[in-house]
């Protein structure tokens, strides 16, 4: 009997995560042919969360939990999560109830046909409408310059081979862009629509630095393009600064007496000049600061403890961060 796993990273959504469990539940009990396991893990959180699943996995050892330390953020735990998953295939959903898990049933179906990703795909959202429009934007972007063919409106919520588990286990990532990978990683995906619905329980945990975040993680490790435009446009910002430099020479050699060219244009020309500068160490900084994360090489997760594992350590390492 094949096995399927399903990975739910979880913070404060007490009022969320009996609800997941019951509708895993169900859509399992339809489908006889495969075992599953139930797999949360909690980003340390200070609400009735874990009291809630510790509960549930007393009922069934099929729901298991592992607990972190402490909040390890929105990326490293959620890919800890699927990086302990044992099954014959991994799916992955958020526990905010948006993605909704009834869709397993059209993943596995996918699967058992040969693809080795299932991605769910949003075609639309109850979220603002400019935040999706400009995630599109995102995407789009990444697509044309960047190094992958990264899947547009996809956040991770799907299926995933155990092969594939297997190539990203043998990664070295401390801070994985998960849909940077999967794209990187280049079997075929199989798609599969769905509109995302509205949170109707509970608060949102991302924010504008978390969404920027992330825009930067896809962008520094995907693409070179904010690096050559700065370079390009050093190039440019050095040509016009001479030509004009030269105009103003020419013009007070021409009319010495009545041509007064005044403060205005150095400081103008300052402030442009430092802003361009700025902006550009910010984008070098994004870089290196990737680079350092990479060098530490620090554990994605700490565990502080897991409940209805056969095995109560961490498998292959990957605390380590996945050596």
């Not at 700065?230 to 020419?250: D, P």
């Amino acid at each position: 009997m094949k096995k399927i796993s399903i990975v739910v990273p979880c913070y404060n959504e007490e009022e969320n995560v009996l609800e997941m469990v019951m509708r895993i539940r169900d859509v399992m009990s339809s489908l006889p042919d495969y075992d599953y396991e139930n797999i949360f893990i909690d980003n340390a959180s200070y609400d009735r969360t874990v009291e809630i699943l510790k509960r549930e996995a007393g009922k069934d050892h099929r729901v298991k939990i592992i607990v972190n330390a402490r909040n390890f953020g929105y990326i490293r735990s959620p890919y800890y999560g699927l990086m302990q998953a044992r099954g014959d295939a991994v799916v992955t959903l958020a526990a905010d109830l948006q993605e909704p898990p009834e869709l397993i049933r059209e993943f596995v179906e996918k699967w058992e046909q040969g693809a080795k990703v299932v991605a769910a795909v949003k075609t639309a959202s109850c979220e603002i409408g400019l935040l999706y429009y400009l995630r599109g934007v995102y995407y789009r972007t990444i697509r044309k310059f960047g190094t992958v063919d990264l899947l547009e409106q996809f956040s991770g919520f799907g299926l995933y081979d155990r092969r594939v588990l297997d190539v990203l286990r043998g990664l070295r990532e401390p801070y994985p862009y998960l849909r940077g990978l999967i794209a990187d990683v280049g079997h075929d995906i199989a798609r599969v629509e769905f509109t995302q619905a509205a949170r109707i329980r509970g608060q949102a945990k991302s924010n504008v630095y978390a969404l920027f975040d992330l825009a930067m993680l896809g962008f520094t490790n995907y693409t070179k393009i904010p690096l050559r435009l700065a370079t390009i446009l050093g190039f440019l910002a050095a040509g016009v600064s001479f030509l004009i430099g030269v105009g103003y020479l020419v013009a007070k050699l021409c009319f010495w007496y009545t041509f007064s060219a005044g403060m205005a244009p150095v400081l103008i020309g300052l402030c442009f000049i430092g802003s361009v500068q700025l902006f550009f160490l910010g984008i070098v900084g994004e870089y290196v600061g990737a680079i350092f994360t990479y060098v530490q090489n620090r554990p994605l997760v700490i565990e502080k403890e897991r409940i209805n594992f056969d095995d109560d350590t961490p498998g292959d390492g990957l605390a380590k961060g996945g050596q």
